[in-house]
């Protein structure tokens, strides 16, 4: 009996310590379909960025606290796939973080969520140059131009 009673006591301390971990952001709060623009800020730094217009969706992830975030871009009125990740939410930078790794690049993506409005940047790695800047709406059935 006392093992079972340790063992419950460790296990919702482990869900406590999640929660308070996520800073009382819940995924709930980035799910669904968001529409917005994705546009370049350091062509220096990645000179073969093009700004886009971006459809992401979030679903939840497989790991609890974690969300998979599908991106998109509409290309001649049609949505092609960029690629996909997993994002948890980081209570020291305050938004919702998942880092991108190809053979040409490497990057980490910082997303803010306040009500539908989703903004965020992504930075190259090492250097944390910013390379991109988000802006999208929650609940717009047609492309965001940005503002």
């Not at 799910?31 to 800020?41: A, D, E, K, M």
């Not at 062509?43 to 979030?58: H, K, L, S």
């Not at 305050?94 to 040409?104: D, L, Q």
Request: with cysteine; charged share 25%.
């Amino acid at each position: 009996m006392t093992v079972t009673a340790t063992t419950s006591l460790v296990f919702a301390a482990g869900l406590l310590s999640a929660a308070f971990a996520q800073g009382d952001r819940k995924p709930s709060e980035i799910l669904g379909t968001w529409r917005g623009t994705s546009t370049c800020t350091d062509r220096v730094a990645a000179p073969a960025c093009n700004d886009e217009v971006i459809v992401y969706d979030f679903t939840p992830g497989q790991k609890p606290g974690t969300v998979l975030w599908k991106a998109d871009k509409i290309v001649d009125g049609k949505r092609e796939p960029m690629g996909e990740m997993d994002v948890t939410y980081d209570a020291g930078e305050k938004c919702w973080k998942g880092e991108f790794s190809s053979p040409r690049v490497h990057s980490v993506w910082c997303l803010m969520v306040e009500g539908s409005h989703l903004t965020g940047t992504g930075r190259l790695l090492p250097g944390k140059q910013t390379i991109r800047k988000i802006d999208a709406r929650k609940g717009v059935t047609r492309p965001f131009t940005g503002g």
